[in-house]
């Protein structure tokens, strides 16, 4: 993994949302459930800079097709910047989340294979401890609720071969809806009861 430089320093919720049952298999390395995987991650900057630039409590979403394994790569996907920040701030989100700065965000751009389109929309992220909600109008929308122990404590995932967000444990979800309108790219899906996971990231390159 690349070592920090100063680049950017970013904290704050990330959701995914994907096909599979609950729990999606990629995060223990094996294969999606359906053999491909369409899923969507979602980034909440609650704190955070780029290059200076403050990117605090914008948002950033990536909404992929996984044609095999997760540790494969070869993703494809359609890239969303909130559209609250000025130019200057999207463009630093955009810098960062392709890896074009480096850090654990390069490793993880580094398993799309191509990127079909990059947006800019409104997006509304509000999601704690597995529970809360995602919308991008007209294109996507998730819900979610954390699966419990028998004493109320989220179920979490720690120690997984794969995450997108290391260091950091998972909230384990169950998603109630699922939905996506991206008919250009045949991403048009509406899912009920599938996986969901969530969990607070501090990343720094």
């Known amino acids: 993994m690349t070592t920090a430089t100063g680049t950017y320093a970013l904290e704050g919720q990330l959701l995914e949302v994907c096909n599979c049952g609950t729990l999606c298999p990629c995060w223990i390395g094996e294969d999606p459930d359906n053999g491909t995987c369409d899923s969507f991650l979602a980034y909440h900057v609650e704190r955070g800079q780029i290059k200076g630039v403050d990117v605090s409590g914008l948002n950033w979403v990536a909404v992929v097709h996984i044609p095999g394994n997760v540790l494969q790569g070869n993703f494809q996907g359609v ?5 609250r920040g000025t130019p200057e701030q999207r463009e630093a989100l955009r810098a ?6 480096g850090g654990p965000l390069a490793d993880l751009a580094k398993l799309v294979g191509q990127e079909l389109a990059m947006r800019v929309a409104p997006i509304e992220c509000e999601v704690v401890e597995g529970r809360g909600v995602l919308r991008i109008p007209d ?9 419990k122990s028998p004493t109320g404590e989220t179920t979490k ?7 997108t967000i290391p260091g950091s444990p998972a909230y384990v979800s169950k998603a109630s809806l699922n939905r996506a309108s991206i008919p250009e790219f045949n991403m048009v899906w509406e899912y009920h009861g599938l996986n ?7 990343i720094e390159a």
């Open 79 to 83: 890239f969303f910047v909130d559209a």
């Open 96 to 101: 960062a989340f392709r890896g074009e700065l």
């Open 196 to 202: 969901a996971i969530q969990g607070v990231f501090r």
């Open 157 to 163: 995932l720690v120690d997984s071969i794969f995450s």
């Open 139 to 147: 294109v996507l929308e998730a819900q979610m609720e954390p699966y």
